[in-house]
């Protein structure tokens, strides 16, 4: 049974940062793209940030670059996203997810998916 568990969401004001933690238990954590991906309120899931395996990268999404980063540590089978100067329109559900073989924006490619944690932002 692969299991995704995400935390470290909560509220936060304008302009302070939070760092969320996915634990994966995927036998082959390694061998993953780690995505994260958002839903705010009355919209679509959307990509945030990838990161590939042995250092093949990482991919943002517009809208947050400059702002968050994403990072993993495979000896511990984490994944993490750093965000920074966050804003209320960073508020949603975040999610984090693992991709064998496909595009890293593209949600429909991931095979394993965490049940998501809120992050809110207060003005």
């Known amino acids: 049974q692969v299991q995704l568990v995400e935390s470290g969401g909560g509220l936060v004001q304008a302009g302070g940062s939070l760092r969320l933690s996915c634990a994966v238990s995927?036998?082959?954590?390694?061998?993953?793209?780690m995505g994260w991906f958002r839903q705010a309120p009355g919209r679509e899931r959307a990509f945030v940030a990838a990161i590939g395996t042995s250092d093949t990268g990482t991919e943002y999404a517009d809208s947050i670059k400059d702002r968050f980063t994403i990072s993993r540590h495979d000896a511990t089978k984490t994944v993490y996203l750093q965000m920074t100067k966050l804003t209320p329109e960073d508020t949603a559900v975040y999610y984090c997810a693992a991709l064998n073989v496909g595009t890293w924006a593209r949600q429909d490619d991931y095979s394993y998916w965490g049940q998501g944690t809120q992050v809110t932002v207060s003005s």
């Open positions: 995927l036998l082959t954590f390694s061998t993953y793209v």
